[in-house]
């Protein structure tokens, strides 16, 4: 299909507009405070609240991003998030070529949720891609210890993914019953059955001692509309699956959203996973939360949650592939034209959806994220930098409200850091650690006691606000389409929100829908 002279610059191309395009888009200030921005502010704070680490969601590779990031300058620190990011995704693509062949790199690097993930601000969950790559190339060599070694990092990413560490103990179980080899079968097994128990241990841990303890007054996931509507715990939701196993299918089945989202995730790859789709097992817990959550975030194809989902469905691929290959190979000679016809699926649903140089959408205004204009820094970039330095000061005691789509290094390095309109119209309630410790986790996994959390309420002392990029409300959208936001309702919602922070914040500085506001003493 390619020379192999020509195999790496295949590869390494798309990697590389994946980074060059991320960092523009950070410096054209077209990242989010969901998620960039927050993480950037977590990440700077986390030498002094390490608590943060733990609340909202149980980051155990919080650490190792941490420290080099808090030892950086303000300029460089940013960028650093984003190097690893591109890095870690770089590295799953190579170890793919290399253990999986070219085909299955290429379809990674050209499948779009590895798109999302590599470009749309920064997550950890984009360690699940390395870590997967890892776990099923082990698998691959039977060096199945490694592999189950492997596999219990997925627990330490995020709570979620404990459940995928899970089941990559169940994938085992899986190989052991297609291995001949004895041995082989028994260490499968053994492995098998310690992740079994890990990963849903790391995940009980997590959801009934650590979340709740540092967690502050949020609802958990069973109390909140995404999973609550099947039951108020686990294990109700698990009595009420049991008793209605067609519970999830029935709700995915009225879910226009959801079939889009499966679609997408196996459409993209000309359903080809699902012909050998043994590998399917290690996503399953993903997919299930997918499918079984209300919250549209949960089954948006365009977000970072389908990162646990790319490198099983990849691999999944690879497998259909060899057994669509093995009867082409039975009636035709030569495999040039099946290589051409799944080249043509991967190639054309890159070109639908992904943001690259070579998609549709990139050079189209109709959604801002992905148009080539979120890429390019221009004077006005420039001109609102420059305000953002002047007018706003850096001391970290400054708190700042920023439009979700407006972020940078200087609103997001201090100590309270918010998507507008949180602490402008309303106090934010902000979590103080002091009374929240190793010791006091303790004291409530033994007793069940925990101490009233501390919360300060927070007005921002600074807003930031563009009227010509997508209007946001926290992390709420409003279908902004071709520069014009197409839901009237949140549009109207928006507007008087902005009109109410004018009330009470002077304006300091405005340019073409550009404002920074400042607090009234």
Request: hydrophobic share 50%; aromatic share 18%; with cysteine.
């Amino acid at each position: 299909m390619f020379r192999r002279g020509v195999r790496p610059a295949v590869i390494f191309l798309p990697l590389l507009t994946i980074l060059l395009q991320a960092l523009l888009r950070y410096e054209s200030l077209s990242s989010n405070v969901f998620d960039l921005g927050l993480f950037l502010n977590n990440i700077l704070n986390f030498q002094f609240e390490y608590q943060r680490a733990l609340s909202g969601h149980v980051q155990g590779f919080f650490p190792l991003f941490a420290f080099p990031y808090s030892k950086s300058s303000l300029f460089i620190a940013p960028l650093f998030l984003i190097f690893a990011q591109w890095l870690i995704l770089a590295l799953s693509v190579f170890l793919s070529w290399h253990f999986f062949g070219f085909f299955t790199g290429l379809a990674l690097v050209l499948y779009y949720p590895f798109w999302v993930v590599g470009l749309f601000d920064f997550h950890f969950d984009c360690l699940t891609v390395l870590i997967l790559v890892v776990f099923f190339v082990l698998c691959e060599r039977r060096q199945f210890g490694y592999a189950a070694v492997s596999a219990m990092l997925l627990a330490l990413v995020k709570e979620p993914f404990a459940l995928e560490s899970a089941s990559c103990g169940l994938y085992m179980y899986f190989l052991a019953c297609r291995i001949a080899n004895r041995g082989y079968r028994l260490k499968l097994v053994f492995a098998g059955t310690f992740l079994l128990a890990w990963g849903f241990s790391v995940f009980w841990v997590h959801m009934n001692w650590i979340l709740p303890y540092f967690g502050g007054n949020e609802a958990n996931a069973f109390e909140s509309s995404a999973f609550s509507w099947m039951g108020s715990n686990i294990a109700e939701i698990f009595w009420n699956l049991l008793l209605d196993p067609t519970l999830i299918l029935q709700d995915v089945i009225t879910s226009p959203g959801k079939i889009k989202y499966l679609l997408m995730v196996f459409g993209l790859l000309g359903f080809i996973p699902l012909l050998s789709p043994g590998a399917l097992i290690v996503a399953a817990p993903i997919l299930l939360i997918s499918m079984a959550s209300h919250l549209s975030n949960h089954y948006d194809y365009a977000t970072h949650y389908t990162a646990g989902l790319i490198v099983p469905v990849v691999v999944a691929f690879r497998d259909g592939f060899t057994f669509i290959q093995s009867r082409y190979l039975s009636i035709f000679s030569t495999q040039g034209p099946l290589y051409a016809i799944v080249l043509v699926i991967l190639l054309g649903g890159h070109w639908a959806f992904a943001s690259s140089p070579i998609s549709r959408l990139f050079w189209s205004d109709k959604v801002w994220s992905y148009s080539w204009r979120a890429y390019v820094p221009t004077e006005r970039e420039k001109t609102m930098r420059s305000a953002m330095l002047e007018f706003i000061p850096a001391d970290s005691g400054i708190s700042v409200s920023s439009q979700n789509t407006v972020n940078w290094g200087h609103l997001a390095h201090r100590k309270v850091y918010l998507p507008f309109p949180l602490g402008v119209i309303l106090p934010h309630k902000v979590i103080d650690f002091s009374n929240r410790d190793l010791a006091g986790l303790w004291q409530f996994v033994r007793t069940g006691y925990k101490s009233e959390v501390i919360t300060r309420n927070t007005y921002a002392d600074y807003v930031v606000l563009d009227l010509k990029r997508p209007w946001f409300i926290v992390d709420s959208g409003c279908d902004w389409l071709y520069g014009a936001c197409r839901n009237e309702k949140k549009a109207a919602e928006f507007l008087n929100l902005v009109a109410s922070a004018l009330q009470r914040y002077d304006v300091i500085y405005s340019l073409d829908g550009f404002m920074i506001l400042r607090r009234r003493l």
